[in-house]
């Protein structure tokens, strides 16, 4: 069963670096023919989709992100990181990381968040 | 970029009632449509793919349709546990992206 669970600092300073980890166990993140994504959700707001990796290392990111953030993968360690730099209190937020499953259904290729680990919150304050 | 709207914001149905939530693309996204169910604290749930593909373990009373610009999530009878915030997903296959839509929440009457 696949599983994830992200990890890193609960508190950034104002203009830092953000740096989550998502561990995926269940399955080789190398073996996958699915995406691997980072979500974000402010207090009480609405999900944003912050960007996602190939295991190829191939990258796609949201346009109102993307001159900062990077994501990259170590298949070595089965795990998948998320990179926000120059990061304000609008940053703060619970952070998902996420399986982008990939498959044909109607002879049309979907793709859907499933599964996704529990969320960490970030909170940007100095 | 793709723009996802959803109606109504707040639906208050009582246990039992049909409830019906819409979705909407501003460009056709086909059927390339999910549908997740979020409780406070909680991650997002996959309830459907493919704007009418339940996803595994998922009640019968949970059905999606619709393809193009216009989608339904229907839950035919209310229990309990389904009162949550309800977020559509659409994929663009090139650039590869997601968008999700602002939330309906379902709370009760």
Same mark, same amino acid.
């Given at each position: 069963q696949l599983q994830l669970q992200? =990890?890193?600092?609960g508190l950034v300073k104002p203009s830092e670096t953000l740096s989550l980890t998502c561990s995926v166990s269940g399955d080789s993140i190398s073996g996958s023919s699915n995406y691997w994504g980072w979500i974000r959700q402010p207090p009480g707001k609405g999900l944003? +989709? *912050?960007? =996602? *990796?190939?295991? =190829?290392g191939s990258t796609y990111y949201n346009p109102s992100l993307k001159s900062r953030v990077t994501i990259s993968v170590d298949t070595s360690k089965n795990q998948f990181s998320l990179k926000l730099s120059s990061v304000t209190a609008a940053d703060t937020a619970v952070y998902y990381c996420a399986s982008a499953t990939r498959a044909v259904v109607?002879?049309?290729?979907?793709? +859907?968040?499933?599964p996704w680990g529990q969320g960490t919150l970030v909170t940007v304050s100095s | 970029e793709i723009?996802?709207? @959803? #109606? /109504? %914001?707040?639906?208050?149905?009582?246990?039992?009632?049909?409830?019906?939530? #819409?979705?909407? %693309? !501003?460009? #056709?996204? !086909? !059927?390339?449509? &999910?549908?997740? @169910?979020?409780k406070p604290g909680? &991650? /997002?749930?996959?309830?459907?793919?493919? &704007?009418?593909?339940? &996803?595994?373990?998922?009640?019968a009373r949970f059905s999606g349709s619709g393809s193009g610009t216009e989608f339904t999530l229907?839950? #035919?009878?209310? @229990? !309990?546990?389904?009162? %949550?915030v309800y977020y559509c997903q659409q994929y663009n296959n090139w650039p590869p992206s997601f968008t999700f839509g602002p939330g309906t929440k379902v709370d009760i009457k």
């Open positions: 992200e =990890s890193g600092p944003e +989709w *912050i960007g =996602s *990796i190939y295991y =190829s109607a002879a049309k290729l979907v793709v +859907w968040f499933d | 723009v996802m709207t @959803q #109606s /109504p %914001a707040t639906l208050s149905v009582s246990p039992g009632e049909r409830a019906t939530l #819409s979705c909407r %693309a !501003s460009q #056709s996204v !086909s !059927s390339n449509l &999910a549908w997740y @169910q979020q909680q &991650a /997002p749930r996959l309830l459907i793919y493919g &704007a009418s593909t339940r &996803a595994t373990g998922i009640p229907t839950i #035919s009878s209310l @229990q !309990s546990e389904d009162f %949550a």
